[in-house]
């Protein structure tokens, strides 16, 4: 998101948790051998990862997908059910943690995961990258700092959606989850801890495993992360990508997809920019599919999106729809100073969630889940593109 997306968290430090530590984790059952050095940044190296499918309905349309020479890929931030606004001084800390806590659960959740799976049932991308897909779990009461240690789930967006999925028999399985800012704090109207754990996740299609073989997945955290001044001391805004080698009928490209800072902290998110391109335009640099919420308006001259396109990246949008706005976000606006219902439906206005090539074209663009009336599968709108593979 833009300002919004920040994840701003006052506290005293008896009312705060956190941890820096990202997870690194891939679905063992279709990676035959990895090798992962998670939090120096070393790239990961899969020495094969082919994907078993099956005979479900979805395995026509993927035959049909392919007679078009092209593969599809999906981008689409989830939405966590908050932006956060009530811990940022609107009202007392544990008050804005109590009405934060009633609007995620006033989010319809799993439903939106369920419109979320029917947009991608419908138009069965191979690879999909989702951001702020978010773990919410409840704990016993801390009132005392401690690391984050609730392990009652109480809502997986992540799970929800393969869940979605799965009753639409669109075959899908996560090959990469980041964990990110792991935070957690105390609901005394509960009594109970809630704690919320940010993830960036890649999803393939376990259809494909004659066209489409995966290689040397990585993950990585930036450098350089934004910081929010607390009693308790700075707390870290962790932000991340992560790429896959996709093999598609021989042809070979990388997927990558990311969430930078908010434009609440340009310097930090145009240094995430400019990591992000320098590593993509290492030696090995085979042609690039980048996209992701990058939470810089592509409209508005910026130095986080100039730094990209310096890169040799092409903004696909508006390159194939000139003419056309193709705004992603606010579909509606969270943390409503005067709930319920939290939140208010909004008329997008920012372009903020983008799909980039390099040494590659784009045949198609569209956005989904931007219907005019609700309910949205998020308060972002996804985009779904196609690359030809035989560029």
Same mark, same amino acid.
């Given at each position: 998101?833009? @300002?919004?997306?920040?994840?701003?968290?006052? *506290?005293?430090?008896?009312?705060?948790?956190?941890?820096?530590?990202?997870?690194?984790?891939?679905?063992?059952?279709?990676?035959?051998?990895?090798?992962?050095?998670?939090?120096?940044?070393?790239?990961?190296?899969? =020495? =094969?990862?082919?994907? !078993?499918?099956?005979?479900?309905?979805?395995?026509?349309?993927?035959?049909?997908?392919?007679?078009?020479?092209?593969?599809?890929?999906?981008?689409?931030?989830?939405?966590?059910?908050?932006?956060?606004?009530?811990?940022?001084?609107?009202?007392?800390?544990?008050?804005?943690?109590?009405?934060?806590?009633?609007?995620?659960?006033?989010?319809?959740?799993?439903?939106?995961?369920?419109?979320?799976?029917?947009?991608?049932?419908?138009?069965?991308?191979?690879? !999909?990258?989702?951001?702020?897909?978010?773990?919410?779990?409840?704990?016993?009461?801390?009132?005392?700092?401690?690391?984050?240690?609730? /392990?009652?789930?109480?809502?997986?967006?992540?799970?929800?959606?393969?869940?979605?999925?799965?009753?639409?028999? *669109?075959?899908?399985?996560?090959? @990469?989850?980041?964990?990110?800012?792991?935070?957690?704090?105390?609901?005394?109207?509960?009594?109970?801890?809630?704690?919320?754990?940010?993830?960036?996740?890649?999803?393939?299609?376990?259809?494909?495993?004659?066209?489409?073989?995966?290689?040397?997945?990585?993950?990585?955290?930036?450098?350089?992360?934004?910081?929010?001044?607390?009693?308790?001391?700075?707390?870290?805004?962790?932000?991340?990508?992560?790429?896959?080698?996709?093999?598609?009928?021989?042809?070979?490209?990388?997927?990558?997809?990311?969430?930078?800072?908010?434009?609440?902290?340009?310097?930090?998110?145009?240094?995430?920019?400019?990591?992000?391109?320098?590593?993509?335009?290492?030696?090995?640099?085979?042609?690039? !599919?980048?996209?992701?919420?990058?939470?810089?308006?592509?409209?508005?001259?910026?130095?986080? +999106? @100039?730094?990209?396109?310096?890169?040799?990246?092409?903004?696909?949008?508006? /390159?194939?729809?000139?003419?056309?706005?193709?705004?992603?976000?606010?579909?509606?606006?969270?943390?409503?100073?005067?709930?319920?219902?939290?939140?208010?439906?909004?008329?997008?206005?920012?372009?903020?969630?983008?799909?980039?090539?390099?040494?590659?074209?784009?045949?198609?663009?569209?956005? +989904?889940?931007?219907?005019?009336?609700?309910?949205?599968?998020?308060?972002?709108?996804?985009?779904?593109?196609? !690359?030809?593979?035989?560029?």
């Amino acid at each position: 998101m833009l @300002a919004h997306d920040q994840m701003p968290i006052e *506290a005293h430090a008896k009312a705060l948790s956190l941890t820096g530590v990202t997870e690194h984790k891939t679905s063992q059952e279709f990676v035959r051998s990895i090798q992962v050095s998670a939090a120096s940044g070393t790239r990961s190296t899969i =020495l =094969l990862l082919m994907l !078993v499918g099956l005979a479900h309905p979805s395995a026509l349309r993927a035959r049909a997908d392919q007679n078009e020479n092209t593969v599809k890929i999906m981008t689409q931030n989830v939405d966590a059910g908050t932006d956060f606004g009530y811990l940022t001084g609107q009202v007392a800390f544990l008050q804005g943690v109590d009405m934060t806590f009633q609007e995620i659960n006033a989010s319809n959740i799993a439903f939106r995961a369920a419109l979320l799976a029917s947009e991608i049932a419908h138009k069965l991308p191979a690879l !999909v990258g989702l951001q702020e897909v978010t773990l919410w779990r409840t704990g016993a009461l801390h009132l005392s700092a401690t690391p984050p240690s609730a /392990t009652v789930v109480l809502y997986d967006q992540q799970n929800l959606l393969l869940a979605a999925l799965a009753a639409h028999l *669109a075959n899908y399985t996560p090959v @990469a989850v980041q964990t990110l800012t792991d935070v957690e704090v105390p609901v005394i109207a509960i009594g109970k801890d809630v704690r919320f754990t940010d993830q960036n996740v890649v999803l393939v299609r376990t259809d494909l495993r004659q066209q489409l073989a995966l290689l040397n997945i990585q993950m990585h955290q930036f450098k350089d992360q934004s910081v929010l001044p607390t009693p308790a001391g700075n707390i870290p805004i962790l932000r991340g990508w992560i790429s896959v080698d996709a093999h598609v009928q021989g042809n070979l490209l990388r997927f990558v997809t990311t969430h930078l800072e908010t434009s609440a902290d340009p310097v930090t998110q145009l240094k995430q920019a400019n990591e992000l391109v320098q590593a993509l335009n290492s030696e090995d640099n085979p042609p690039v !599919v980048l996209c992701g919420d990058f939470n810089a308006d592509a409209d508005t001259p910026n130095s986080t +999106i @100039a730094a990209i396109l310096k890169g040799g990246f092409t903004d696909a949008w508006p /390159t194939l729809h000139p003419l056309e706005p193709g705004f992603t976000i606010p579909l509606y606006v969270e943390d409503n100073r005067s709930p319920p219902p939290f939140t208010v439906n909004s008329t997008p206005s920012h372009r903020i969630d983008l799909v980039f090539v390099r040494d590659l074209r784009t045949t198609r663009i569209h956005l +989904i889940g931007n219907q005019v009336s609700p309910p949205w599968p998020s308060d972002h709108a996804g985009l779904v593109a196609s !690359v030809p593979i035989d560029q």
